[in-house]
Nanobody, 122 residues
Framework: QVFFVESGGDLVRPGGSLRLSCLVQGSGFEFNKLAWYRQSPGKRREWIADINMNAVEVNYEPSVKGRFIITRDNDKRTMYLQMNSLEPEVTAPYYC???????????????WGQGTPVTVSP
């Protein structure tokens, strides 16, 4: 079994920063591409950024590019999302996700964490 555990969400003022973490419990972190998503109130869950297994390739949704930074530490089995210059519009729970996850022996599909809430408000 593999579980994604997000943390780091908080209430922050506009212009502030947060760093979200996604700890992967179980084996295979280093083999897999991972992504961050969010679901703003009244909207569908949307992709924010992703990072390949060795962090050579990263991609961002255009509205967050230049303000958010996705990284990973394979030794700690943790992915991060550094969020800077935060605005109220980014308020949402944030989730880590993968479409496919290779544990080294089993291919798992469509894994989501429970989410961590980010609120940007004066």
């Amino acid at each position: 079994q593999v579980f994604f555990v997000e943390s780091g969400g908080d209430l922050v003022r506009p212009g502030g920063s947060l760093r979200l973490s996604c700890l992967v419990q179980g084996s295979g972190f280093e083999f897999n591409k991972l992504a961050w998503y969010r679901q703003s109130p009244g909207k569908r869950r949307e992709w924010i950024a992703d990072i390949n297994m060795n962090a050579v390739e990263v991609n961002y949704e255009p509205s967050v590019k230049g303000r958010f930074i996705i990284t990973r530490d394979n030794d700690k089995r943790t992915m991060y999302l550094q969020m800077n210059s935060l605005e109220p519009e980014v308020t949402a729970p944030y989730y880590c996700h993968t479409d496919e996850f290779w544990t080294g022996s089993v291919l798992l599909r469509d894994i989501w964490g429970q989410g961590t809430p980010v609120t940007v408000s004066p």
